[in-house]
Structure formats: C-alpha cells, structure tokens
C-alpha cells in the first residue's frame, strides 16, 4: 500500500513539474494527486474508513487556514491595484543609471515582497520595467534579479513566502523570531548575486519616463487611501496573532474586513456601475484561483504521507544516511530550484515532530530560509520565476547562463552566514 501511494505521489509530482511539456496545469495534476492518495489508502488499508476520514477531516482544518489566509491577501493585493494603489510606489523612482536602477529595483522588491509576497512583487516590478525600459536583454537582466530579490525578501517574512507563511501557521516559526533570525542572511542572498550582475550594467537607459497609461480612474486621495488601510492591513495580521492569540487566517480576514468596509465607504456616493469596478467581487474575479486549487491538492496529498508515517520514516532516513542536518536542509533549498517548494516544505513539516524540533528551532529558521531561496537557482523553481518567465519570456537556458550562477552563490552565502550565526 505505501509504495503505491508513493507512485501515486511521485508521479503526481512529475505532472506538476512538467507542467509545460505536458501542457497540463499544476492545478489539475496536484488535485487529482492529492485525491488519488487518500483513495488508495482508504482502498488498500485494512485500517476503518471512518479513522481515514478523520484523519483527513484533521488535515483539512490546518490546510484551510492556510488557503484562506492566501484568499483573503491575494483580494487585498487585488483591491489596490484596482485602485492603481502601487503608482505610489513607481512614481517614486527618478533615475536614469541601469546600475542605480537596478539597484532601486531590487532594494524595492526585497522590501515589497516583505510586506505582500513574492509573487505579487514580481508581478508589480516586472510590470514596471516593461514601462521604463526598451532593451530585451536589459529587460530579462532585471527581471531575472527581480525573482533573487522577490524570493529573498519573502524568505525572512512571515507573510512575504508561502512557504514560510506555512510554517508560521503551522506554529513552527514566531513572526519576531523569523525576522530578527533571517534578515541578514536574506540581505547577503541578494547583495552578492546584485553585485555581480550590477557590474553588467553599463550606461543609462535612453529615457526614464514612466507611463501609465490611460488616465486613472481614481483620485490621488483614494489611491493613497487604499493604499496605506491595505499594506497596514498586512501589517497587522502578526500584531493581531500575538494580541489574540488567533490563528493568522483570522487577522487576515479581520483586514480584508476593514478594507472592504474602507472601499465601499470611498465609492458610497458613485454609481452602482462605477462602484462595481472596485468592489470585492470584481477583485475576487481577479484572484489566481487555480493557485490556491494548487496548494489544496498538494496539502491534502502530504496529508496522507503524513498520516500514513512515510514522512517520518523518509525523515529518520535521512537522519541515519547523512546525520547532518544543515546539510540536509542545504539540499532540500537546492531541491526546490528544480522542484516546487511548497510541497517540499510541507512534507519536511510532517518529516520533523515539533515535539522534537520546537518551534523557532534551527531546523525550522533554516528551512524557511533554503526553501524560500533556493527556488531563485532556477526559473522553474519559484512562483515569483514562473511569472516572470511568462512576462519577458525568459527560456530555461538564458536564466541559467545569466543568472542561476549568481542565484547560487547567494544562496550558499546566505546560507553559511546563518549557520555561522547560529
């Protein structure tokens, strides 16, 4: 029964990572996996169906948490940018250097994706880059450091990586704690690969004017307005954790609340036709549902490796072949450049007992921090890679000549400087 389950996983796993080839979305590969374990184990197990159930009704709670913290902050990230709230940010940039530019850039992403997420932050400064800068090279020069910078400004927040925002709902990290353990290390993961690659920029870009487009359709008060109420939403969900003692998904959704309540007291005296542009079911639309389908099949399906002790078992493998446990989280940072790093993270949290490894353990600091970075070795190896592959249409080849070599010592180097510090 297990190695069937573990085929069943495993070649879940191959669809996901083969996504274009097979033109098959991820969604769909990690939904059928994630069913397709737990009925083999409910077919094949001479344990009651009944246990099996609760046992899945038992992981669902902690995967909904999860799912609805990203629900409520991927609407609230919507909702300002239906409000061109992230013009704030852009119209702030006034430099015509590529190497200051580049350096602007990052700096901003490495903070952006601090406070939002790393996904999200690409999307913006990709976005940005397209509108400032003609050249194609330069172009996928910057948004190739964009991703290092995306991924390692969300490694060291607990709301910036899903990954780590896993593990911080999981109970295995502190939001204080995460932040104070990996801003350094997270620093030098950008500043070595920034170096490097800020060498290569050579000359000024031919203009730096930053075009929006059509006239925006709200005013610089309800810009600025929902703007601030909505990063200062985000900012608050770990203040709300610690003064309620909640889970996050609940001070997430506290701050889609307020905003939503915000907005429609901005619009209260448009037209029904104006309002529904910027209403919540307009920015719900706009949500990458199949990303939140994604994380649901991929949880549920570690779930049942979890519940069937094939995690733990792999875990006290691993510990028995290699001992070594810095090395061993190095190699799973290394593993989800090629693989995707959610479901990696959240088999190592079934792999390790918090009993064993408390929460705010190295195990867990080191691993949010390998997980979130390693991902920026490869294009594949990140949702914040994944979109900027598909807006500057970066190959696989380009990003590896140009960028994973920088990617990779930064990571190495982030990497000792915390075992050093530990």
């Given at each position: 029964?297990?190695?069937?389950?573990?085929?069943?996983?495993?070649?879940?796993?191959?669809?996901?990572?083969?996504?274009?080839?097979?033109?098959?979305?991820?969604?769909?590969?990690?939904?059928?996996?994630?069913?397709?374990?737990?009925?083999?184990?409910?077919?094949?197990?001479?344990?009651?169906?009944?246990?099996?159930?609760?046992?899945?009704?038992?992981?669902?709670?902690?995967?909904?948490?999860i799912?609805?913290?990203?629900?409520?902050?991927?609407?609230?990230?919507?909702?300002i940018?239906?409000?061109?709230?992230?013009?704030?940010?852009?119209?702030?940039?006034?430099t015509?250097?590529?190497?200051?530019?580049?350096w602007?850039?990052?700096?901003?992403?490495?903070?952006?994706?601090?406070?939002?997420?790393?996904?999200?932050?690409?999307?913006?400064?990709?976005?940005?880059?397209?509108?400032?800068?003609?050249?194609?090279?330069?172009?996928?020069l910057?948004?190739?450091?964009?991703?290092?910078?995306?991924?390692?400004?969300?490694?060291?927040?607990?709301?910036?990586?899903?990954?780590?925002?896993?593990?911080?709902?999981?109970?295995?990290?502190?939001?204080?704690?995460?932040?104070?353990s990996?801003?350094?290390?997270?620093?030098?993961?950008?500043?070595?690969?920034?170096?490097?690659?800020?060498r290569?920029?050579?000359?000024?870009?031919?203009?730096l004017?930053?075009?929006?487009?059509?006239?925006?359709?709200?005013?610089?008060?309800?810009?600025?307005?929902?703007?601030?109420?909505g990063?200062?939403?985000l900012?608050?969900?770990?203040?709300?954790?610690?003064?309620?003692?909640?889970?996050?998904?609940?001070?997430?959704?506290?701050?889609l609340?307020?905003?939503?309540?915000?907005?429609?007291?901005?619009?209260?005296r448009?037209?029904?036709?104006?309002?529904?542009?910027?209403s919540?079911?307009?920015?719900?639309q706009?949500?990458?549902?199949?990303?939140?389908?994604?994380?649901?099949?991929?949880?549920?399906?570690?779930?049942?490796?979890?519940?069937?002790?094939?995690?733990?078992?792999?875990a006290?493998?691993?510990?028995?072949?290699?001992?070594?446990?810095?090395?061993?989280?190095?190699?799973?940072?290394?593993?989800?450049?090629?693989?995707?790093?959610?479901?990696l993270?959240?088999?190592?949290?079934?792999?390790?007992?918090?009993?064993?490894?408390?929460?705010?353990?190295f195990?867990?600091?080191?691993?949010?921090?390998?997980?979130?970075?390693?991902?920026s070795?490869?294009?594949?190896?990140?949702?914040?890679?994944?979109?900027?592959?598909?807006?500057?249409?970066?190959?696989?080849?380009?990003?590896?000549?140009?960028?994973?070599?920088?990617?990779?010592?930064?990571?190495?180097?982030?990497?000792?400087?915390?075992?050093?510090?530990?």
């Open positions: 029964m297990e190695a069937l389950i573990i085929a069943v996983f495993v070649i879940g796993y191959l669809a996901i990572t083969l996504e274009q080839p097979l033109r098959i979305n991820k969604s769909a590969s990690a939904l059928l996996t994630g069913v397709l374990v737990w009925v083999v184990w409910i077919m094949m197990s001479s344990e009651s169906p009944e246990m099996i159930v609760e046992e899945l009704i038992h992981h669902l709670g902690g995967t909904a948490g799912l609805f913290f990203l629900l409520a902050a991927m609407t609230i990230v919507e909702l940018d239906a409000h061109d709230g992230f013009t704030i940010i852009t119209s702030a940039i006034n015509r250097s590529k190497s200051k530019l580049l602007l850039i990052c700096v901003i992403t490495f903070f952006l994706s601090a406070v939002l997420d790393n996904l999200t932050s690409t999307i913006v400064m990709v976005s940005l880059i397209r509108k400032i800068i003609d050249d194609k090279e330069d172009r996928m910057f948004a190739g450091m964009i991703v290092v910078a995306a991924n390692a400004g969300g490694a060291w927040s607990p709301i910036g990586d899903v990954t780590t925002t896993m593990l911080w709902i999981g109970g295995q990290i502190t939001a204080t704690n995460i932040i104070t990996l801003f350094i290390p997270s620093v030098i993961c950008l500043i070595i690969p920034l170096f490097f690659a800020g290569k920029m050579k000359g000024e870009i031919p203009a004017v930053i075009q929006e487009g059509a006239v925006s359709v709200t005013t610089q008060r309800e810009r600025n307005a929902v703007f601030f109420i990063i200062g939403t900012l608050f969900v770990p203040i709300f954790k610690t003064i309620t003692h909640l889970p996050p998904f609940m001070g997430i959704l506290f701050g609340g307020v905003l939503w309540a915000a907005v429609e007291f901005i619009h209260r448009k037209e029904d036709d104006q309002k529904e542009f910027f919540v079911s307009r920015a719900l706009r949500v990458d549902t199949p990303s939140i389908l994604f994380f649901l099949g991929i949880l549920i399906a570690i779930g049942a490796l979890e519940s069937t002790h094939i995690l733990s078992q792999m006290q493998w691993m510990n028995d072949s290699v001992g070594n446990l810095p090395l061993i989280v190095t190699f799973i940072g290394l593993l989800s450049a090629i693989v995707d790093n959610v479901p993270v959240a088999a190592s949290m079934g792999m390790y007992d918090l009993a064993v490894y408390p929460t705010d353990h195990l867990w600091e080191f691993m949010a921090y390998c997980a979130g970075t390693g991902g070795i490869l294009i594949i190896g990140s949702a914040a890679g994944v979109a900027a592959m598909g807006m500057e249409n970066i190959s696989f080849i380009w990003y590896i000549k140009k960028i994973s070599g920088y990617a990779l010592l930064g990571y190495l180097a982030g990497a000792a400087i915390y075992v050093l510090m530990h």
